[in-house]
């Protein structure tokens, strides 16, 4: 697991997930207990009629233009999750704040809608009728603060950029980005991409941390500022499932099929030449408050409006994320189990093997081995002993079915995901019991202690020890470091698995299983000390 590499984040109504809006304040508003009881107690006894201007435009498939249809509104969360809340509280677990999240971000459609007909297959666009649906998150004003108090540089935080005569161009100056140079490179007609935005901005950091949860993949953000009447990238697909959430000004977006045999593609494109890319199957304007997805391998490019700027942000996951990926993991791993566990993986090659394989052989006539007959009798030969190279080589690969490792590749992903994933957004009440907010406090065998959130950390088995993956130390946003991890002896492997499996419940100490009340002890300490628990 060692140096890993990045996965690589309607209507003006008052209810929350259920409905197509939440308020001014739903993303980035504490979840307090009260305000969300009255928002709660409205959404169920008022009806918006504005949710009725709410829609939801459906492109069925690549081929398909797209056709606006009413969706199937979202569930309200479970146990009262802080649905428009950017953290959950002690008394919601976070897979379960997570979903709730994910149902705000794209409501009115729901989760179950969405996964069946959009994810990986099709783009969606939600209109809402509510520029203030996603006023919280991030401003032009907060991004030009970032950049006068924060130090930015060019490349790591910001890309200038603009698209001329079909061609785009990176303008990026040296060193440090300050905002007067920013401000005049945009009336200029150039565009600004924030590369990192969820490290300077806690709204977002509080998106991608909740995001991650539900996807259980490694989030990213860019933020796109563009002022009126200009296009700041060329056409092109990417290599992530991205969600892009207007929050000020209008994008005039173009979404195009993706080119034949590259669905899903793993990388990211070339930049395309209009010329190339044909007709587009949704042509639409994003006004503040709306939502478009679109597949990784979907073309797509787009324009500010004429009017104002635009302010963007594009949510990206499920870099490298894939079936594909985790059968890399399993294919080795496999091998290494079949080599220690069947003799016949073990057996040696045949002595003349390289007399009869490899390309050089594939398309050999024979005749060099002396005259014609002699020729055919040594292709003849040939051809025998390579039908049975291959058809034992078959039987062999065939035989790994029988040795794989699936829940140790599974783990080997895991623990990925947690290498990639930004550090936990925790709720005050929730820091407060964890050593983060600065508690000073012993574990004894009578202390209760719960996982912060469930996939915060992953158990990986090795020889003679267990290793714990785990993101508490990670940064706001990856950096390409190692793993934070720990190793522990393999007779604590049950206390940590009972901690792992127990989330979100609260579990005493002196009930995790070990040969020693002391080991569960030690072992709670050590997770709690690296921020792992919080402790009651």
């Known amino acids: 697991i060692k140096g890993m590499g990045s996965a690589v984040a309607g209507g003006s109504g008052k209810s929350l997930a259920a409905s197509s809006s939440v308020g001014r304040n739903g993303v980035a508003a504490a979840p307090v207990a009260a305000d969300l009881k009255r928002r709660r107690a409205e959404s169920s006894s008022e009806e918006s009629d504005d949710d009725e201007d709410a829609q939801v435009v459906e492109a069925a498939g690549p081929a398909s233009k797209a056709v606006p249809k009413k969706a199937k509104q979202a569930k309200k969360g479970k146990g009262g999750v802080p649905l428009g809340g950017p953290v959950p509280s002690l008394s919601v677990a976070s897979g379960d704040h997570a979903n709730a999240y994910m149902e705000w971000l794209i409501a009115p459609m729901s989760l179950e809608a969405f996964y069946e007909n959009h994810w990986e297959k099709a783009p969606l666009l939600v209109q809402r009728n509510d520029r203030t649906y996603y006023n919280e998150i991030l401003s032009k004003p907060d991004i030009l603060t970032m950049v006068r108090e924060q130090y930015l540089e060019y490349g790591t935080d910001i890309d200038i950029t ?3 005569d079909g061609q785009r161009h990176t ?9 007067s140079t920013v401000e005049s490179f945009l009336s200029d007609g150039c565009s600004m991409r924030m590369l990192r935005p969820h490290l300077h901005a806690d709204p977002v950091w509080k998106m991608c941390a ?3 949860e539900h996807f259980q993949s490694g989030m990213g953000v860019n933020v796109y500022l563009t002022p009126a009447g200009s296009q700041g990238f060329s056409p092109h697909y990417d290599d992530i499932e991205a969600f892009v959430i207007q929050i000020e000004g209008e994008k005039q977006w173009r979404v195009y099929s993706p080119p034949e045999g590259d669905e899903l593609p793993r990388y990211s494109s070339r930049n395309f030449e209009q010329s190339e890319i044909g007709e587009p199957v949704l042509e639409v304007t994003l006004k503040p408050g709306d939502l478009l997805y679109f597949p990784r391998g979907f073309i797509h490019q787009a324009k500010s409006s004429n009017n104002e700027h635009s302010l963007h942000l594009t949510v990206s996951t499920c870099m490298q994320n894939t079936w594909g990926d985790l059968l890399k993991k399993v294919i080795e791993q496999t091998v290494d189990v079949a080599f220690a566990e069947n003799a016949a993986y073990r057996a040696s090659l045949p002595r003349d093997y390289m007399d009869y394989m ?21 292709l003849g030969e040939k051809a025998v002993k390579r039908a049975a190279f291959a ?18 590749a599974v783990d080997q992903m895991a623990a990925q995901f947690v290498h990639n994933s930004v550090r936990p957004a925790l709720a005050p009440e929730e820091r407060e019991l964890t050593v983060c907010g600065g508690r000073v406090a012993s574990v004894h065998p009578y202390s209760m202690v719960r996982l912060v959130r469930q996939h915060v950390a992953r158990m990986v088995l090795g020889e003679e020890v267990v290793v714990l993956y785990f993101a508490t130390e990670n940064a706001r946003h990856y950096t390409g470091k190692e793993s934070a991890s720990a190793e522990f002896p393999l007779q604590a ?12 419940g609260w579990t005493r100490v002196s009930t995790l299983p070990g040969e020693e009340g002391a080991e569960a ?16």
């Open 521 to 536: 002890v030690d072992v709670a300490t050590d997770l709690y000390n690296r921020g792992l628990l919080m402790i009651k």
């Open 391 to 408: 058809k034992h080589l078959r039987k062999l690969v065939r035989g790994l079915a029988d040795h794989l490792p699936v829940d140790s």
């Open 171 to 179: 303008l990026n100056p040296e060193g440090r980005v300050h905002a």
């Open 493 to 504: 492997a049950p206390a940590i698995e009972a901690l792992l499996k127990g989330y979100p």
């Open 210 to 212: 909740s995001l991650q």
């Open 358 to 378: 490899g390309i050089v052989h594939e398309t050999d006539d024979g005749t060099a081995a002396g005259g014609k007959q002699a020729g055919e009798a040594a």
């Open 162 to 164: 603009n698209y001329v």
